[in-house]
């Protein structure tokens, strides 16, 4: 029997059928009619000398030779798809995509993006906000900044900076509550996106640093921390904020952070790509960048005694 392929046409049909389970979703994404791609189908069958699906009344299930030519079939398809894509990242060079989180995305990089363009105008520069850990090369993403404890294993990865937590308020509500004892009967806010961090960096903790018993908390709780920070800027309660995120606020006046004592943690942001393509034009050019800008943003901060939650 030869082992002479099949056309590739006939084996992209049989692999989004058999993906489908649908001969007429399957025409819909390929963009041809049914019957062309049953003609595709069969076309393989006479290749292979067996059917690969049985035809139901309305719908169709693989043959035990179409499940064995379906894995390999897909495999191989996603191998190809992944060498095309590699292969046009290389052929836009000029093209820089980065993921970071929505808060860190809206509250440090959206500000400051336009002093890059400023700088890189050959560099096309798109962003992808979102708190999903990405396939950089399915993704077609070439850097992210992730914020969290690592490891980012088979990545080039450093850190950019780690955050500290504390209360953060307008000037008008903190003429109000002057006190950390005070705080227990504020409107507190909720930042619940750092939920994940163990030990947990929170009201409760910071109360605890204070030398408090913490009461029962309640308040307004946000699954976003730039949405807490919004609803404090607002004048709607008192945030446990990280001063990355605030660190704007601080800056111009509109939050202020007025107690010595904050919250520090082993969770960190960090620069993550690909191995090697730190070395890549437009990769260094952003993370040089990033470096310069963060330097500024933490030389702003206001100082403060760090307390590490793991030892409250």
Not at 8 to 22: D, K, V
Not at 193 to 200: A, G, I, K, Y
Request: proline share 7%.
């Amino acid at each position: 029997m030869s082992d002479r392929l099949p056309p590739l046409t006939a084996l992209r049909a049989f692999e989004a059928a058999a993906r489908h389970m649908s001969f007429a979703q399957a025409a819909a994404e390929l963009h041809v009619t049914p019957a062309a791609l049953s003609f595709q189908i069969k076309s393989l069958e006479e290749h292979l000398g067996a059917p690969v699906f049985r035809r139901l009344n309305r719908a169709v299930e693989l043959t035990p030779e179409g499940v064995a030519l379906q894995s390999g079939v897909q495999e191989g398809f996603d191998l190809i798809l992944t060498a095309w894509r590699s292969a046009r990242r290389q052929a836009q060079s000029n093209i820089l995509t980065v993921t970071a989180g929505p808060a860190f995305t809206a509250k440090v990089l959206a500000p400051r993006l336009f002093e890059f363009a400023q700088a890189h105008p050959d560099i096309d520069l798109r962003f992808s906000a979102s708190l999903r850990l990405v396939d950089f090369v399915r993704d077609d993403i070439d850097a992210a900044v992730r914020f969290g404890y690592g490891p980012d294993e088979g990545l080039y990865s450093r850190v950019l900076m780690r955050d500290w937590f504390a209360p953060m308020m307008t000037p008008a509500l903190a003429k109000v509550y002057d006190t950390p004892e005070k705080l227990c009967t504020a409107p507190l806010i909720f930042d619940d996106s750092v939920d994940f961090l163990r030990p947990r960096a929170d009201w409760a903790q910071w109360l605890r640093a204070n030398g408090i018993a913490p009461p029962k908390l309640t308040g307004s709780h946000f699954s976003h921390a730039d949405h807490a920070v919004d609803a404090a800027l607002a004048g709607g309660g008192v945030v446990m904020a990280r001063s990355t995120l605030a660190a704007g606020a601080l800056r111009d006046g509109q939050l202020v952070a007025p107690f010595d004592i904050a919250l520090s943690t082993d969770a960190h942001f960090r620069f993550v790509c690909p191995v090697g393509h730190e070395k890549k034009p437009q990769v260094a050019a952003f993370s040089d960048w990033l470096d310069k800008k963060i330097s500024a943003l933490v030389a702003q901060l206001p100082e403060k005694q760090l307390i590490p939650v793991d030892q409250i």
